[in-house]
């Protein structure tokens, strides 16, 4: 499982509260990222980390904040929930093997926004 | 941007036969293909990987082609087993970290015993 955990694993909240959800590794890995997985969708990346404290958006990012203070741990967070953000999120790191990446997930968090 | 379109959204085969999921990718600078294959429930999981400098490479049962010319990749699984029924996903990526990575919807796959 790359050491990656997320927390929670599943949490159903109200549209308007705020959401954080957490990504950890235990193997220093310096590239993050989230992704909301919707059906019909694949899996599409809302940010991303390439450092402690370097994130950049993804290809749907609104509503939607970062943030790596420290290497293991990256924050994902919902200012004001909506419907629309309900969603199963996978936090995935980049692996480096013999010059190249490969992307591994985590166990993924289901969010429901009522 | 890159853009990723697979095909079939659905595709159900009898056991012991073959399966193939193609893709097409748009930016010619993506230089690496892998794919997912999840289950129910769990998380997207690795299964095979092409580079844009090999045409063809094969992992027990399954294999995967890429046509650079033409911009596509396909994934063929040879003799399927019920436990192949799974949710497979192609991507595209330029490889300097993977964070240019962009999937496809995905292929749910039906293996019937």
């Known amino acids: 499982d790359a050491g990656i955990t997320q927390s929670p694993r599943h949490k159903v909240t109200e549209t308007g509260t705020p959401v954080t959800l957490r990504c950890h590794q235990t193997e220093n890995h310096r590239y993050m990222y989230w992704y909301r997985q919707d059906p019909g969708h694949g899996l599409r990346l809302i940010h991303y980390?390439?450092?402690?404290?370097?994130?950049d958006k993804g290809e749907v990012s609104d509503g939607y904040s970062v943030s790596r203070s420290k290497t293991e741990d990256f924050l994902l967070t919902l200012e004001s929930a909506t419907s629309s953000q309900t969603s199963v999120y996978f936090c995935?790191?980049?692996?480096?093997?013999?010059?190249?990446?490969?992307?591994?997930f985590g166990p993924g968090t289901r969010l429901t926004v009522t | 941007g890159e853009n990723v379109e697979q095909h079939p959204s659905t595709l159900s085969v009898q056991e012991g036969d073959s399966a193939v999921i193609k893709c097409t990718y748009s930016d010619s600078a993506s230089n690496y293909f892998p794919w997912y294959k999840q289950e129910l429930g769990k998380r997207p999981q690795l299964i095979i990987d092409i580079r844009s400098n090999v045409g063809e490479k094969k992992d027990q049962r399954i294999a995967v082609t890429l046509n650079k010319t033409a911009k596509h990749f396909s994934l063929h699984i040879t003799e399927t087993q019920p436990e192949d029924s799974a949710v497979y996903f192609c991507?595209?990526?330029?490889?300097?970290?993977?964070?240019?990575?962009?999937f496809g919807a995905g292929t749910r796959l039906f293996v019937k015993a």
């Open positions: 980390s390439y450092g402690v404290k370097d994130t």
């Open positions: 991507a595209a990526s330029i490889n300097t970290g993977g964070f240019k990575t962009i």
């Open positions: 995935a790191i980049s692996v480096a093997l013999a010059g190249d990446y490969e992307q591994y």
